[in-house]
């Protein structure tokens, strides 16, 4: 038996608070959350706008502090800087000085990484062809555009050659062709072994590339595992198509099961699956054709509405005031 | 441990920012200007042409020297929170310490460089007036210097937790009342009143003394400045600075990059 993988990120009842008005108040951001992250996965924090997402991201990279809890990343506390060696940051919409050209930018994060001198020449031309930046390596950051900026923000990321990788939205404002090269870019860091850490909340992204997930809504964490298990959380649903349908019974099964959409005698259905066989035997019964029976597979997207919608809403923490 | 590598880095960085940037060879070129006009102005008057050419010279490196630092050091660490570039920067191993200190050290060079700049500009409007150039100029131009070090560090503190119109204020205030303080303490040195000599004391100790930086009597009229002097000022000014950069990274250390 394999031993279980070493935990890279562990969360413990993680609690934020931030002043608000005059400081009388505060607003509770982070209900307590716990989650883990394991070496060599990849991890989306999936959660709708405003669920608290980034601020979980930036009390792991040291930027604001817990108001209780505890966090730490490959068994250091996140107050720490000396184990930030081995980590990656890339932040939303990545700033960086635009005084600065993409090589000059990429040697100043080596040096403050660590990267011994003689190693930063060789990683920049390295990276900037792994990013697709050669071209552009003498040109000042201004002259950048979103994408090649996000470019820049990945390849500082990678500089010092990091075990765990942290991206705050990273395919966030681009267009296709750069989605699928951030996509191909995490998937080629999972196959070099590392720990990536991923948040958003485009769920096509969570589908295609993470392995496990946490599902963080209004601060508190809905779900943690794999996807395939959230998408089996949910009452297992059936399509039913029916032909031949006598106006008596189509009445009947709208009454018995509510979704309805059908024209004439051809009705469609979905209903749970332990009451497929009810609603095959009422239909054969009353001369009906079974034309298809197909199990649902419940979407990311409705599973993940689901959650929010079990935690009052997607609006984010605020109304949770506190004096 | 401060890395000095790390530290290095963000001062080099630093310096590398105000030297692309334009505003600061506009202030540097009205400095120069000034000291260029003492020649001017020396003109309008038979005697002790040389003094005036030479007083409105030191007062322009001064000047000019407080304004790029308070200028410059009220937004250099508000601006890097501002525009997000401090998240990158923060998530290396390096500490808010470091970072501060680097930006800090970084200012202080890039400043000391533009006071060389218009001391050799001073020395160059005097050789060319042949107005004598002595070893209290240079003991001046370097008091200066760390005045403007201190002036700095008050603006590095203002920077890390207000904006810059605040730590504008609050600086450009402190400088004032800095070159007041001396003054206050000798008021109220002749006060009856033992509370008003004691508060005025303190106010002396707590507020920077920056008249003690001030050699330019000293230069203009050639008068004999002790050694001690200059040690003891720069002395006082250095500590007087990094207990700012204490209380800096306290404040710094605390905060949260919302």
Same mark, same amino acid.
């Given at each position: 038996?394999?031993?279980?993988?070493?935990?890279?990120?562990? *969360?413990?009842?993680?609690?934020?608070?931030?002043?608000?008005?005059?400081?009388?108040?505060?607003?509770? *951001?982070?209900?307590?959350?716990?989650?883990?992250?394991?070496?060599?996965?990849?991890?989306?924090?999936?959660?709708?706008?405003?669920?608290?997402?980034?601020?979980?991201?930036?009390?792991?990279?040291?930027?604001?502090?817990?108001?209780?809890?505890?966090?730490?990343?490959?068994?250091?506390?996140?107050?720490? /800087?000396?184990?930030?060696?081995?980590?990656?940051?890339?932040?939303?919409?990545?700033?960086?000085?635009?005084?600065?050209?993409?090589?000059?930018?990429?040697?100043?994060?080596?040096?403050?990484?660590?990267?011994?001198?003689?190693?930063?020449?060789?990683?920049?031309? /390295?990276?900037?062809?792994?990013?697709?930046?050669?071209?552009?390596?003498?040109?000042?950051?201004?002259?950048?555009?979103?994408?090649?900026?996000?470019?820049?923000?990945?390849?500082?990321?990678?500089?010092?050659?990091?075990?765990?990788?942290?991206?705050?939205?990273?395919?966030?404002?681009?267009?296709?062709?750069?989605?699928?090269?951030?996509?191909?870019?995490?998937?080629?860091?999972?196959?070099?072994?590392? /720990?990536?850490?991923?948040?958003?909340?485009?769920?096509?992204?969570?589908?295609?590339?993470?392995?496990? *997930?946490?599902?963080?809504?209004?601060?508190?964490?809905?779900?943690?595992?794999?996807?395939?298990?959230?998408?089996?959380?949910?009452?297992?649903? /059936?399509?039913?198509?029916?032909?031949?349908?006598?106006?008596?019974?189509?009445?009947?099964?709208?009454?018995?099961?509510?979704?309805?959409?059908?024209?004439?005698?051809?009705?469609?259905?979905?209903?749970?699956?332990?009451?497929?066989?009810?609603?095959?035997?009422?239909?054969?019964?009353?001369?009906?054709?079974?034309?298809?029976?197909?199990?649902?597979?419940?979407?990311?997207?409705?599973?993940?509405?689901?959650?929010?919608?079990?935690?009052?809403?997607?609006?984010?923490?605020?109304?949770?005031?506190?004096? | 441990?401060?890395?000095?590598?790390?530290?290095?880095?963000?001062?080099?960085?630093?310096?590398?920012?105000?030297?692309?940037?334009?505003?600061?060879?506009?202030?540097?070129?009205?400095?120069?200007?000034?000291?260029?006009?003492?020649?001017?102005?020396?003109?309008?008057?038979?005697?002790?042409?040389?003094?005036? #050419?030479?007083?409105?010279?030191?007062?322009?490196?001064?000047?000019?020297?407080?304004?790029?630092?308070?200028?410059?050091?009220?937004?250099?660490?508000?601006?890097?929170?501002?525009?997000?570039?401090?998240?990158?920067?923060?998530?290396?191993?390096?500490?808010? =310490?470091?970072?501060?200190?680097?930006?800090?050290?970084?200012?202080? =060079?890039?400043?000391?460089?533009?006071?060389?700049?218009?001391?050799?500009?001073?020395?160059?409007?005097?050789?060319?007036?042949? =107005?004598?150039?002595?070893?209290?100029?240079?003991?001046?131009?370097?008091?200066?210097?760390?005045?403007?070090?201190?002036?700095?560090?008050?603006?590095? %503190?203002?920077?890390?937790?207000?904006?810059?119109?605040?730590?504008? %204020?609050?600086?450009?205030?402190?400088?004032?009342?800095?070159?007041?303080?001396?003054?206050?303490?000798?008021?109220?040195?002749?006060?009856?009143?033992?509370?008003?000599?004691?508060?005025?004391?303190?106010?002396?100790?707590?507020?920077?003394? #920056?008249?003690?930086?001030?050699?330019?009597?000293?230069?203009?009229?050639?008068?004999?400045?002790?050694?001690?002097?200059?040690?003891?000022?720069?002395?006082?000014?250095?500590?007087?600075?990094?207990?700012?950069?204490?209380?800096?990274?306290?404040?710094?250390?605390?905060?949260?990059?919302?």
């Amino acid at each position: 038996m394999s031993a279980e993988p070493r935990e890279i990120v562990r *969360v413990d009842r993680l609690v934020k608070e931030f002043p608000t008005g005059l400081g009388l108040r505060r607003r509770r *951001v982070l209900h307590g959350i716990s989650f883990r992250v394991r070496e060599g996965e990849i991890f989306g924090f999936v959660g709708p706008n405003g669920a608290g997402k980034t601020t979980t991201l930036k009390l792991l990279m040291g930027l604001i502090h817990p108001t209780a809890g505890r966090a730490s990343i490959l068994g250091h506390d996140v107050g720490e /800087t000396a184990f930030r060696r081995h980590v990656g940051f890339l932040p939303e919409n990545p700033y960086f000085y635009e005084f600065l050209t993409g090589r000059e930018i990429l040697a100043f994060y080596a040096r403050l990484s660590g990267v011994p001198g003689v190693q930063i020449p060789g990683r920049i031309e /390295t990276l900037l062809d792994w990013v697709g930046l050669s071209h552009a390596a003498d040109a000042r950051l201004r002259t950048y555009s979103k994408g090649m900026l996000q470019r820049v923000g990945i390849a500082q990321a990678l500089v010092h050659d990091p075990s765990v990788v942290f991206l705050d939205e990273p395919m966030s404002g681009l267009d296709p062709i750069g989605r699928k090269e951030i996509r191909d870019l995490i998937l080629r860091l999972h196959e070099e072994g590392k /720990t990536v850490f991923m948040n958003t909340h485009i769920l096509s992204d969570v589908e295609t590339v993470c392995d496990r *997930v946490a599902i963080i809504v209004k601060g508190e964490i809905r779900y943690e595992g794999r996807i395939e298990d959230f998408l089996e959380t949910g009452e297992r649903q /059936t399509d039913v198509v029916l032909a031949h349908v006598r106006p008596a019974l189509a009445t009947a099964l709208e009454e018995g099961f509510g979704m309805r959409s059908g024209r004439g005698e051809h009705v469609e259905l979905r209903v749970p699956e332990k009451r497929v066989a009810e609603v095959l035997e009422r239909a054969l019964a009353a001369g009906a054709e079974v034309v298809a029976v197909t199990p649902h597979r419940v979407s990311l997207e409705s599973a993940f509405l689901s959650a929010v919608q079990q935690a009052g809403g997607p609006e984010g923490p605020e109304g949770r005031e506190r004096k | 441990m401060m890395s000095p590598v790390r530290v290095g880095t963000i001062a080099a960085n630093t310096m590398r920012e105000a030297i692309r940037s334009r505003v600061l060879y506009t202030l540097l070129f009205f400095a120069v200007l000034l000291i260029g006009t003492g020649v001017l102005l020396s003109t309008l008057t038979y005697v002790e042409s040389e003094r005036i #050419l030479q007083s409105v010279g030191l007062a322009a490196i001064r000047l000019f020297g407080a304004a790029i630092a308070i200028f410059v050091g009220i937004g250099l660490i508000h601006r890097e929170v501002e525009r997000r570039t401090i998240y990158t920067i923060l998530s290396k191993p390096i500490s808010r =310490a470091e970072f501060l200190l680097g930006k800090y050290l970084g200012l202080v =060079a890039t400043i000391w460089l533009q006071v060389v700049i218009m001391g050799l500009a001073f020395a160059a409007v005097s050789w060319l007036a042949a =107005a004598p150039l002595t070893a209290q100029h240079a003991m001046a131009l370097g008091l200066t210097a760390v005045e403007l070090a201190v002036i700095v560090a008050l603006a590095t %503190l203002f920077s890390s937790f207000t904006t810059p119109m605040l730590a504008a %204020l609050f600086t450009t205030g402190l400088y004032v009342l800095g070159h007041l303080s001396r003054d206050l303490r000798d008021l109220g040195a002749h006060s009856e009143v033992q509370s008003v000599r004691l508060a005025a004391s303190a106010l002396h100790r707590l507020l920077p003394d #920056l008249e003690s930086f001030n050699l330019t009597t000293q230069a203009l009229h050639a008068l004999p400045v002790p050694g001690s002097d200059v040690v003891v000022a720069t002395l006082y000014g250095a500590g007087y600075a990094a207990l700012l950069l204490v209380l800096a990274v306290v404040v710094f250390d605390r905060r949260d990059f919302k």
